[in-house]
């Protein structure tokens, strides 16, 4: 069974820091892409931060330079490492990974086919 659990959200203050862990089983995810994803209310879902198997990032312009992803393939664990928080970082944080028969999504500037994805994790920021 395919599992994605992210964890490591919470509520902190404008410019703080936050570490988002996403472990997964089930499924080979070394050899695709991953990513993250955030929704906030009212609004689309976004990508934020892509990673391939061989470690090459892509990042949304919003997050560039603040946030950082991160992929251990052998504890099947991608990070996103978010830094200098924004409120306009506010949003439930999603993972997701790459299928090739899963829906198209836009993720910094790549089209990528994903076709699972976590329960999500929250994330406030607080001015």
């Known amino acids: 069974q395919v599992q994605l659990v992210e964890s490591g959200g919470g509520s902190v203050q404008s410019g703080g820091s936050l570490r988002l862990s996403c472990a997964a089983s089930?499924?080979?995810?070394?050899?695709?892409?991953m990513a993250w994803f955030r929704q906030a209310p009212g609004k689309e879902r976004e990508g934020v931060a892509a990673?391939?198997?061989?470690?090459?990032?892509s990042y949304a312009d919003s997050v560039k330079g603040r946030f950082t992803i991160s992929r251990d393939n052998a504890k099947n664990t991608m990070y996103l490492q978010m830094d200098n928080l924004k409120p306009e970082d506010t949003a439930m944080y999603y993972c997701?990974?790459?299928?090739?028969?899963?829906?198209?999504?836009?993720?910094?500037?790549?089209?990528?086919?994903?076709?699972?994805w976590g329960q999500g994790t929250q994330v406030t920021v607080s001015s």
């Open positions: 089930g499924y080979t995810y070394s050899r695709y892409w």
């Open positions: 997701a990974v790459e299928h090739p028969w899963g829906q198209w999504y836009r993720v910094a500037g790549l089209s990528v086919r994903f076709g699972y």
């Open positions: 990673i391939d198997s061989d470690g090459s990032t």
